[in-house]
């Protein structure tokens, strides 16, 4: 009985598309899975070109090759889309949205949640559609929510229409959440900083993929291969203390910019050109033990928090890494007490120690990696 409630009355999208999609199938093939639980008697053919329309109405460019596409093959904003597809392709009564656009740009944020009341509306010649929003962002509730529920280390604290809610608030917490906002003074620039990291002429590029058939594919032998550039030639430069915001749509290489620059692209198929230069030295064409060496002063966020922390290391293992390959003169107490430190910095406290990465929230496992990246004190 749940198993026919669920997907075709309830469905789901979920905080982290990474680990929600199979890896080993494509696209097309886990939307069309998710029309034929709702349409078990339509045709192949048609499914797929549903699936196609469900692509295209949540902002997927290029429909009908991004069918055909792996997960691994889509930037973050268009798995979470594709997600969203998923969901939709059901069309359940009720929608239980786990931060729907966590890693969307704002612009398609706002498509996305109008697509939503879109959906909502169309359902409601079919009885109608309730969406539930899991969210900490406040704006999405203002803009999209009629009513708002507030939480508190598993209470609810308060609940009421939105407009009442935001603009008389009755619980502290709540009040608290309404009156805080993000400080947003910025930092005096240190007169003749050095410069820590030069970009120049960057670009990416790979082989042509043919996603029909999910391989490469050239004319003959003896001709060169297309190639795709990701990344056209760029270059930047980001002194001691300042901060470069590098920000563009889905899909726009944000992300392989970042990867680019820190030599994580697979050369196999990658080809990067251009020149980086990381505290004066070559960083690009350094050998791999100069540039362990020099990892140190260079550490990153990564995007998909799940997808960069091992699942078979406890949290303590995993902050401290770093201190064990560069510092590995501290004994265990003091690896322990900088860890302890760094995690009380970023809002969870020494119970998070001996615990896994599955065992904590979306928003907790950002920041476990966030004091990951900071426990080093990089550059």
Same mark, same amino acid.
């Given at each position: 009985?749940?198993?026919?409630?669920?997907?075709?009355?309830?469905?789901?999208?979920?905080? @982290?598309?990474?680990?929600?999609?199979?890896?080993?199938?494509?696209?097309?093939?886990?939307?069309?899975?998710?029309?034929?639980?709702?349409?078990?008697?339509?045709?192949?053919?048609?499914?797929?070109?549903?699936?196609?329309? +469900?692509?295209?109405?949540?902002?997927?460019?290029?429909? @009908?090759?991004?069918?055909?596409? %792996?997960?691994?093959?889509? $930037?973050?904003?268009?798995?979470?889309?594709?997600?969203?597809?998923?969901?939709?392709?059901?069309?359940?009564?009720?929608?239980?949205?786990?931060?729907?656009?966590?890693?969307?740009?704002? $612009?398609?944020?706002?498509?996305?949640?109008? =697509?939503?009341?879109?959906?909502?509306?169309?359902?409601?010649?079919?009885?109608?559609?309730?969406?539930?929003?899991?969210?900490?962002?406040?704006?999405?509730?203002?803009?999209?929510?009629?009513? *708002?529920?507030?939480?508190?280390?598993?209470?609810? *604290?308060?609940?009421?229409?939105?407009? @009442?809610?935001?603009?008389?608030?009755?619980?502290?917490?709540?009040?608290?959440?309404?009156?805080?906002?993000? *400080?947003?003074?910025? =930092?005096? =620039?240190?007169?003749?900083?050095?410069?820590?990291?030069?970009?120049?002429?960057?670009? !990416?590029?790979?082989?042509?993929?043919?996603?029909?058939?999910?391989?490469?594919?050239?004319?003959?032998?003896?001709?060169?291969?297309?190639?795709?550039?990701?990344?056209?030639?760029?270059?930047?430069?980001?002194?001691?203390?300042?901060?470069?915001? !590098?920000?563009?749509?889905?899909?726009?290489?944000?992300?392989? +910019?970042?990867?680019?620059?820190?030599? +994580?692209?697979?050369?196999?198929?990658?080809?990067?050109?251009?020149?980086?230069?990381?505290?004066?030295?070559?960083?690009?064409? #350094?050998?791999?033990?100069?540039?362990?060496?020099?990892?140190?002063?260079?550490?990153?966020?990564?995007?998909?928090?799940?997808?960069?922390?091992?699942?078979?290391?406890?949290?303590?293992?995993?902050?401290?890494?770093?201190?064990?390959?560069?510092?590995?003169?501290?004994?265990?107490?003091?690896?322990?007490?900088? !860890?302890?430190?760094?995690?009380?910095? !970023?809002?969870?406290?020494?119970?998070?120690?001996?615990? %896994?990465?599955?065992?904590?929230?979306?928003?907790?496992?950002?920041?476990?990696?966030?004091?990951?990246?900071?426990? #080093?004190?990089?550059?």
């Amino acid at each position: 009985r749940i198993r026919e409630i669920r997907g075709r009355e309830i469905a789901m999208i979920f905080q @982290e598309p990474m680990t929600a999609l199979n890896p080993l199938f494509t696209i097309g093939n886990q939307i069309v899975e998710a029309v034929q639980v709702h349409e078990p008697l339509m045709p192949m053919e048609e499914c797929r070109h549903t699936a196609i329309a +469900l692509l295209k109405k949540t902002g997927i460019p290029q429909p @009908e090759e991004r069918f055909y596409a %792996y997960p691994h093959q889509l $930037s973050g904003g268009q798995r979470q889309r594709a997600m969203i597809a998923m969901a939709l392709a059901c069309k359940p009564r009720l929608l239980i949205a786990d931060e729907p656009t966590t890693a969307l740009d704002v $612009s398609l944020r706002l498509q996305i949640l109008d =697509l939503l009341k879109d959906l909502q509306e169309e359902a409601k010649e079919r009885g109608g559609m309730a969406i539930l929003l899991i969210t900490h962002d406040l704006n999405l509730v203002k803009h999209f929510a009629s009513r *708002v529920g507030v939480l508190n280390q598993g209470c609810l *604290v308060e609940c009421g229409p939105t407009h @009442e809610v935001f603009s008389h608030p009755t619980n502290p917490y709540t009040e608290q959440l309404v009156n805080s906002q993000p *400080v947003r003074e910025l =930092l005096p =620039l240190v007169p003749l900083a050095p410069v820590l990291l030069t970009v120049n002429q960057l670009s !990416v590029s790979y082989p042509q993929s043919n996603f029909a058939n999910g391989s490469m594919r050239w004319r003959n032998w003896f001709s060169k291969a297309k190639r795709h550039q990701v990344l056209k030639p760029l270059s930047l430069e980001l002194k001691q203390g300042q901060t470069i915001g !590098v920000i563009g749509e889905s899909g726009s290489g944000k992300t392989t +910019l970042a990867m680019a620059i820190l030599g +994580l692209l697979g050369e196999t198929t990658a080809k990067v050109e251009g020149d980086v230069s990381v505290l004066d030295q070559p960083w690009l064409s #350094l050998r791999p033990i100069e540039r362990r060496a020099m990892r140190a002063h260079l550490q990153v966020i990564f995007q998909d928090p799940f997808g960069s922390l091992s699942p078979r290391m406890t949290i303590f293992q995993i902050v401290s890494e770093g201190l064990d390959v560069h510092q590995p003169h501290l004994s265990h107490d003091e690896r322990e007490s900088r !860890v302890v430190e760094i995690l009380r910095e !970023v809002g969870l406290d020494r119970s998070a120690l001996q615990r %896994y990465p599955h065992e904590f929230s979306g928003g907790q496992r950002q920041r476990i990696a966030i004091a990951r990246a900071l426990i #080093l004190k990089p550059q």
